[in-house]
């Protein structure tokens, strides 16, 4: 039976009790907004006491299954308003969901000036002093409380913007190892993690293992139908040989890159910061590719990027950092990008709502396209917290009213990543109607991406399916999405609880309506389903396309929407 975790910083008091029966088939995301909408009043300040961070390893999470051990955290997001839920690689969730912990849910807030660290072990759960980890950047911390708690021990942790509240604040996940370099990054979960005194969960994996199925030979063998189309899959070859910086190449050609503020979608420098280039510095430095960031991965599509002088310098440096530092800023260095990561990774931020942010700085006095150092001393401004530090790191929106910018990539408060809506408009209706705000994972719909018709289905049905995969723990890269009879012959097995393919895509669609549910309540309406004015008629190169699907078809994702 899994169980769940509550920990009050007000009370400083832990609580523990089983999963309700009902929640059998739940976990990562679906679990996580059942509990946050029961529990989180939708018009509670985000950094305020009425708040939850709410923490659940997926439904496979701490089985044998590779690739599928994602963490789901969450709460009311202090960047959109909303609900949010960030799904997260690195070890937290295998462990966790081998300790049998389904849900973490953090509440209360600590008093002034008070930092708490919560250890989790294996029979036991504690909250202890740690106000010697004030101001530490995210490398740091993980080494302190290394030291303190042992090698092994797997960390979730905030860096100084976290402590600072700021609303593009991450949440940092330990890897593979044991490197603070995994994050939930979308949001500012991490402003109310820190809002709540709370800088770190250490997790003791001693007397974690492997989650039994109730019946065992079933899941083994659907495990390795499972594990079979994921070897064979082209995606799996591509993404191990490239990581996702191979995306670089395949945006270029649709015409879908955020290039200079997201006022072109091709980059003519692309090949400086391409996977070939990612590549070539990797053979002349070391570093490589292939890197799981969860033990067992079978995709590996993370990768260790080293300095000049062959050292260690960040992991990992994906698709949507690469281009939102790189072609959206102009800056076409790998070195100057791999630093700006890491930064980022250390004082814990969203390096796309970071991307997004300093394009938008890009139309005041304060910085320029192409201007390696003063992107670099930006963002240590936000990590030592000046007055223009902490503007930033509140994000692009907020950045952008601050010096009357209109041109802002945003939707919901939430920048664009990196995949222009314009040149993919299936993607541009999920940005627009997620109610997660702009995120290509709540929904990455590729078809017939020049046209205005004929998404307001895909997108639903594929936000519906996205939500089944972050629910199980599947990571997205397994390319698995609306399998749901495999899903089905993997679920029953491991709780003994057999669900039909229709209750399998229940889980995401109730889970749907519960997001949009909790949005409604919190002050949230069908106008806050669009994209920037200017997407509607500022043409974007070099498909010269704008965003001109219709405000109804927007509107029908939900509109006819019926609760399962
Ligand atoms: S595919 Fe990539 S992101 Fe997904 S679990 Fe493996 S290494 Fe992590």
Not at 286 to 307: A, L, Q, T, Y
Not at 397 to 410: D, E, L, M, P, S
């Amino acid at each position: 039976m899994r169980y769940r975790l509550t920990v009050n910083l007000e009370t400083q008091t832990i609580d523990r009790s089983d999963l309700p029966e009902e929640a059998a088939w739940l976990g990562g995301r679906a679990l996580l907004d059942s509990i946050l909408l029961a529990e989180v009043p939708p018009t509670c300040h985000p950094l305020g006491p009425y708040n939850k961070v709410i923490i659940t390893p997926g439904l496979f999470a701490g089985t044998t299954m590779p690739t599928a051990g994602r963490l789901s955290i969450g709460a009311k997001s202090p960047l959109t308003g909303g609900i949010k839920e960030s799904n997260v690689g690195g070890m937290a969730g295998i462990v966790l969901g081998q300790l049998g912990i389904g849900a973490l849910v953090i509440e209360g807030e600590s008093a002034s000036q008070s930092l708490k660290v919560l250890v989790i072990r294996q029979d036991s759960a504690e909250l202890v002093e740690a106000s010697e980890l004030k101001g530490l950047g995210n490398y740091d911390t993980v080494a302190a409380l290394k030291k303190r708690f042992g090698q092994k021990v797997v960390i979730i942790s905030i860096g100084p913007c976290g402590e600072m509240k700021m609303a593009a604040a991450t949440v940092a996940v330990t890897d593979n190892d044991g490197r603070p370099c995994r994050h939930a990054g979308r949001g500012g979960l991490g402003a109310v993690m820190g809002a709540k005194g709370l800088k770190a969960i250490v997790i003791d994996p001693q007397g974690a293992r492997p989650l039994k199925a109730v019946d065992a030979p079933a899941f083994a063998k659907a495990v390795k139908e499972y594990t079979k189309i994921i070897q064979s899959s082209k995606s799996t070859a591509f993404l191990q040989e490239n990581g996702t910086a191979g995306l670089v190449d395949v945006s270029q050609a649709r015409g879908s890159m955020p290039t200079r503020n997201f006022s072109a979608g091709s980059y003519e420098k692309k090949d400086a910061i391409n996977a070939e280039r990612l590549k070539e510095l990797m053979r002349e430095r070391g570093g490589s590719m292939g890197h799981p960031c969860m033990r067992g991965c079978i995709v590996r599509c993370s990768n260790i990027f080293n300095d000049q002088n062959g050292q260690y310098l960040t992991s990992a440096l994906e698709y949507e950092t690469i281009v939102m530092m790189g072609a959206n800023l102009d800056i076409d260095d790998l070195d100057t990008i791999a630093q700006i990561d890491f930064r980022c990774d250390d004082y814990g931020l969203d390096t796309i709502e970071m991307g997004a942010t300093l394009g938008v700085l890009t139309e005041t006095d304060q910085f320029s396209f192409g201007d390696r150092n003063r992107a670099i001393a930006l963002i240590e401004e936000i990590g030592q917290g000046t007055v223009l530090g902490r503007i930033l790191g509140q994000g692009a929106v907020t950045t952008g009213k601050v010096f009357a910018i209109r041109r802002v990539a945003a939707v919901k408060g939430q920048s664009l990543p990196a995949h222009c809506a314009r040149s993919i408009k299936g993607l541009g209706v999920t940005y627009a109607t997620s109610p997660q705000g702009a995120d290509h994972t709540a929904g990455f719909v590729t078809e017939e991406p020049l046209s205005r018709e004929g998404h307001t289905e895909r997108s639903r049905d594929t936000q519906i399916n996205v939500i089944i995969a972050d629910s199980l723990g599947l990571c997205q890269f397994t390319g698995l999405r609306a399998e749901h009879d495999l899903f089905a012959r993997l679920v029953g097995p491991l709780t003994g609880k057999i669900p039909t393919e229709t209750d399998i895509l229940s889980i995401g669609k109730d889970t749907l309506w519960q997001e949009r549910t909790f949005n409604t309540r919190a002050g949230f309406g069908s106008g806050q389903d669009r994209l920037p004015e200017f997407m509607a008629t500022e043409p974007l190169s070099p498909n010269d396309t704008v965003f001109d699907v219709e405000d109804q078809d927007l509107d029908r994702v939900f509109g006819e929407y019926p609760k399962s």
